[in-house]
């Protein structure tokens, strides 16, 4: 399989975290066993367990420490190969062969087919002859953020910079499924964050964003994951994301509430700590 790491890279990667856990009270380190770890490896998986996500910013914890997280968010933001949060599949498919790609679309587009059979269509009526293999390149596009690593996605766009003060990016566009009904939910990213002696350069914060929502989601792990990603990156004082959004699920289907949209946010650090920081953002939101 492709998805093995050799022996060398466990061990540098074993090393690694045990230096990140090391960095941080053991005390703290979360009571759930982890559920759906893609690892079969024992002795990583256990490093895994130990490891404590990066939830404390100045010295403030995050509820992600107090209360129960999901499997997501209690696996440190990156991988050892640079992947973040990936799909259990996400390995397999970022190393394969473009013979085995084209194989994967065909066999997605052989199911897509069986569906529109069951839904009474005929398959082979002109436009829908080639909906199948479009329907399969377009999902593996929209799910194609499993596959990022965040090395690329960032670049070296990290730089160390003197400035404390707070930096906003407003009106994001993101486009995501949601995981329930696989159907789209999109709108408007803002991100937030005060630092801490480094930067990244702005347009990856929408990068970012692309990566997380290029996937199965539910709003509201899309706005912790980006906001932990953005803590892990750069370490600053505080972290603020907030996204507002259209899900097709909600307005096109049951209750019906056209033009109705979800806002979820995601407060770390000082945002959280300190109601002026909160009222700062939110006032360049323009929200109050
Ligand atoms: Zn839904």
Not at 92 to 116: C, F, G, M, P, V
């Amino acid at each position: 399989m492709s998805n093995q790491i050799s022996g060398k890279e466990l061990a540098r990667t074993l090393d690694k975290l045990l230096a990140l856990g090391s960095k941080t009270s053991t005390s703290h380190h979360h009571p759930i066993p982890l559920k759906n770890s893609s690892y079969n490896n024992n002795n990583y998986s256990s490093v895994i367990k130990n490891f404590t996500p990066s939830s404390r910013i100045n010295g403030i914890y995050t509820p992600l420490q107090t209360r129960p997280a999901s499997p997501y968010t209690l696996h440190a933001p990156i991988d050892f190969d640079g992947l973040s949060w990936p799909s259990i599949g996400a390995r397999e498919i970022k190393e394969e062969s473009s013979d085995e790609a084209k194989l994967r679309e065909q066999r997605i587009a052989n199911s897509i087919k069986d569906i529109l059979k069951e839904l009474g269509e005929d398959v082979d009526r002109e436009g829908l002859l080639e909906t199948p293999e479009r329907y399969a390149r377009a999902m593996l596009f929209f799910t194609k953020g499993y596959q990022d690593d965040i090395r690329d996605v960032i670049k070296r766009a990290v730089f160390e910079e003197d400035h404390d003060e707070m930096v906003v990016v407003k009106d994001i566009d993101i486009y995501s499924l949601c995981e329930h009904h696989l159907v789209p939910f999109f709108g408007k990213c803002h991100i937030a964050y005060i630092p801490n002696k480094k930067v990244l350069g702005l347009s990856k914060l929408a990068r970012l964003a692309e990566m997380y929502s290029r996937r199965f989601q539910v709003q509201e792990r899309l706005t912790k994951q980006i906001a932990m990603a953005v803590s892990e990156i750069l370490k600053p004082l505080g972290v603020a994301v907030v996204i507002e959004c259209t899900h097709m699920c909600m307005v096109s289907r049951g209750v019906q509430k056209t033009g109705s949209s979800t806002t979820t946010s995601c407060m770390l650090g000082c945002f959280r700590g300190q109601q002026k920081t909160r009222d700062e953002f939110l006032t360049l939101l323009n929200r109050r």
